[in-house]
């Protein structure tokens, strides 16, 4: 742990669990979260709850109990799941209480354990389901899988696909220009990198272009990014991928 944030310092509910998952305090997340599991709570919050301790856990680098803890859940697409399945807890509520965004963490959860044929056919099966990214909500789930997708073919060196859904989603980003801004999706700190964000998507696609040998193609990513922005000089995120370029091609010379 990087951080001195304990169980004690936040508030007893799930508000505390992702006040410390948001300050790095996994280990303490993942142990409030399981205490509060163990307690009486609405269905739909502690859905939430194993949600977030799945997360944590993951973060820690506790696969197998990740694991066993999304087993729990079952199928996340059962009637069990539904609103309407509680009339009394939620009268007038209808369709899925599972946050789309833990549907997306369930079809990785096969990547963790080196499994990634596995996640990339649950990944696509969900993306089928994906909407046309008119909608702010669609845009988020859509930009989510694909994210999912490019971790997942990093991992599996494929890095001709992850370039192209990299490329996919900054298409997306070109549709929120004129646009109000979102409000981020509901996902526990730290799950995936904010996709409206620029900087963010083309450092991913320079270092994955560096990661595939093409330098030309990283340099010319990272020159984008720097053209986009009014003072890069002072851009923590610039100077990093100056520093990346640099010794990417300092290797190449050698």
């Given at each position: 742990e990087t951080t001195r944030l304990g169980e004690q310092d936040v508030a007893q509910n799930e508000e505390g669990v992702r006040a410390l998952a948001a300050a790095g305090a996994w280990r303490a997340s993942s142990n409030l979260a399981e205490r509060l599991?163990?307690?009486?709570h609405p269905v739909?919050?502690?859905?939430?709850?194993?949600?977030r301790r799945i997360e944590a856990l993951l973060r820690l680098r506790e696969v197998p109990q990740a694991g066993r803890e999304m087993s729990l859940l079952g199928d996340l697409r059962s009637h069990g799941w539904q609103y309407e399945r509680y009339p009394g807890l939620y009268p007038g509520r209808t369709g899925?209480?599972?946050p789309f965004a833990?549907?997306?963490?369930?079809?990785?959860?096969?990547?963790?354990?080196k499994e990634h044929e596995q996640a990339l056919a649950r990944l696509y099966a969900l993306m089928a389901e994906c909407k046309e990214p008119g909608t702010a909500q669609s845009r988020d789930e859509c930009a989510q899988i694909l994210l999912s997708l490019v971790n997942v073919m990093t991992a599996l060196q494929d890095y001709p696909n992850a370039i192209a859904h990299l490329q996919q989603l900054l298409e997306l980003q070109e549709h929120l220009e004129g646009l109000p801004p979102d409000a981020p999706?509901?996902?526990?700190?730290?799950?995936?990198?904010?996709?409206?964000?620029?900087?963010?998507?083309?450092?991913?696609?320079?270092?994955?272009?560096?990661?595939?040998?093409?330098l030309d193609a990283a340099k010319k990513t990272y020159e984008e990014l720097e053209a986009k922005l009014a003072e890069p000089d002072a851009?923590?995120?610039?100077?990093?991928?100056?520093?990346?370029?640099q010794l990417a091609?300092?290797?190449?010379?050698?």
């Open positions: 599991l163990g307690e009486s739909d919050q502690l859905l939430r709850l194993r949600w899925s209480m599972v833990l549907l997306v963490l369930h079809a990785t959860m096969p990547s963790h354990s999706p509901d996902a526990p700190a730290g799950s995936l990198p904010d996709w409206r964000d620029p900087r963010g998507l083309l450092s991913l696609l320079g270092r994955t272009h560096l990661q595939s040998g093409n851009d923590v995120q610039v100077r990093l991928n100056r520093g990346i370029m091609l300092s290797e190449y010379e050698e």
